[in-house]
Nanobody
Framework: QLQLVESGGGLVQPGGSLRLSCAASGFTLGYYAVGWFRQAPGKEREGVSCLSSSSGGDTYYADSVKGRFTISRDSAKNTVYLQMNSLKPEDTAVYFC????????????????????????WGQGTQVTVSS
């Protein structure tokens, strides 16, 4: 099982910013597509943003976060980030990252973001609360 650790969550006022980190250990994260997902109380886990492996650089964003969130990778640190700006109360959720080797099972980063139930390797999550 891949080891992923999320960090960077917290309490922020509406309009504020946070940067989440997803750090990998024991494997090279650059070979994998990586996605950020979130789950609010009583709701299903949803894809927020996904990033292809280092050889690609393609990104996918959910409509609800386009223009506000940015996913990026630092291969030297074996870490993927999610920069979240202009946060809204509806962004409140536990945020998780997941890593996947794209292939016949998950064919694209869009599929990865739209099919969280098919992913197997997750971090423990970090809480993001947007409230005044």
């Amino acid at each position: 099982q891949l080891q992923l650790v999320e960090s960077g969550g917290g309490l922020v006022q509406p309009g504020g910013s946070l940067r989440l980190s997803c750090a990998a250990s024991g494997f090279t994260l650059g070979y994998y597509a990586v996605g950020w997902f979130r789950q609010a109380p009583g709701k299903e886990r949803e894809g927020v943003s996904c990033l292809s492996s280092s050889s690609g650089g393609d990104t996918y964003y959910a409509d609800s976060v386009k223009g506000r969130f940015t996913i990026s990778r630092d291969s030297a640190k074996n870490t993927v980030y999610l920069q979240m700006n202009s946060l809204k109360p509806e962004d409140t959720a536990v945020y998780f990252c997941a890593a996947e080797l794209l292939g016949r099972r998950i064919t694209s980063i869009q599929n990865m973001c739209l099919m969280p139930g098919a992913l197997r390797d997750w971090g423990q999550g970090t809480q993001v609360t947007v409230s005044s």
